[in-house]
């Protein structure tokens, strides 16, 4: 911004000091102005095209990590639920083997108290 103010000032100053006639100097100020305008309005629209692209970047950059962010959520949900099943087998199998386990246990404690019984003299006269 600076440069064109510094292109302008040094035009004018060029201007009025050049051996010219009023109305001369007036059309080439008139045309210099001209020129810087459209040279600035040319940056204005260089400036709002980039502000465009940048945009544009970004809004696809959120779309890019909204869905990232949607995938990573449904890859771990999938996960947790794989593992909830896992727990879930693990845990009734582990109820099985207690059982079983108790069951033998008990079918063991009974089968020993049985064959003291039997291998006991029973005493009639007691």
Same mark, same amino acid.
């Given at each position: 911004?600076?440069?064109?103010?510094?292109?302008?000032?040094?035009? +004018?100053?060029?201007?009025?000091? +050049?051996?010219?006639?009023?109305?001369?100097?007036?059309?080439?100020?008139?045309?210099?102005?001209?020129?810087?305008?459209?040279?600035?309005?040319?940056y204005a629209d260089m400036a709002k095209a980039k502000s465009e692209e940048v945009s544009h970047a970004?809004?696809?950059?959120?779309?890019?990590?909204?869905?990232?962010?949607?995938?990573?959520?449904?890859?771990?949900?999938?996960?947790?639920? &794989?593992?909830?099943?896992?727990?879930?087998?693990?845990?009734?199998?582990?109820?099985?083997?207690?059982?079983?386990? +108790?069951?033998?246990?008990?079918?063991?404690? &009974?089968?020993?108290?049985?064959?003291?019984?039997?291998?006991?003299?029973?005493?009639?006269?007691?």
């Open positions: 911004m600076k440069f064109i103010k510094g292109a302008i000032f040094g035009a +004018a100053l060029a201007i009025l000091f +050049a051996p010219k006639s009023g109305k001369e100097t007036r059309n080439d100020i008139s045309k210099k102005f001209g020129e810087k305008k459209e040279m600035a309005s040319d970004a809004s696809e950059a959120s779309d890019n990590i909204k869905i990232t962010l949607a995938k990573t959520a449904k890859d771990l949900k999938e996960q947790l639920h &794989s593992a909830s099943e896992e727990i879930k087998n693990e845990t009734m199998s582990a109820e099985a083997d207690v059982a079983r386990t +108790a069951k033998e246990a008990k079918d063991e404690v &009974s089968n020993k108290s049985n064959n003291n019984n039997n291998n006991t003299p029973k005493n009639k006269n007691m």
